[in-house]
């Protein structure tokens, strides 16, 4: 079992940054793959960035390439997504997810945490 819990979301002026972090429970954390997704006021929920248990392979939404940094720490069990050059379409409820196996684009992961809000006003 893996719980999850996200951080870091709050109001921010376009152009700004924002850091999010994940931490998660469970002793075999470093073997799931994690990810981070979103979703807008009536969208549907869609993938930010994914990184391996490793972390040495990431993942992003064409999107958010060059802009969002998705990182882990293992011994902090904890995921992070930097976030810079914010756009106001990027105003969304943010949340961390893992799976077992390898990092994908879908939102087919095992535990999902509560969500973080993230505003970007222009």
């Known amino acids: 079992q893996v719980q999850l819990v996200e951080s870091g979301g709050g109001l921010v002026q376009a152009g700004g940054s924002l850091r999010l972090t994940c931490a998660a429970s469970?002793?075999?954390?470093?073997?799931?793959?994690m990810g981070w997704f979103r979703q807008a006021p009536g969208k549907e929920r869609e993938f930010v960035a994914a990184i391996s248990w490793s972390g040495g392979n990431t993942y992003y939404a064409e999107s958010v390439k060059g802009r969002f940094t998705i990182s882990r720490d293992g011994a902090k069990n904890t995921v992070y997504l930097q976030m810079n050059s914010l756009k106001p379409e990027d105003t969304a409820v943010y949340y961390c997810a893992a799976r077992r196996g390898g990092p994908i684009p879908r939102d087919e992961y095992d535990y999902w945490g509560q969500g973080t809000q993230v505003t970007v006003s222009s």
């Open positions: 469970g002793r075999t954390f470093s073997t799931y793959a």
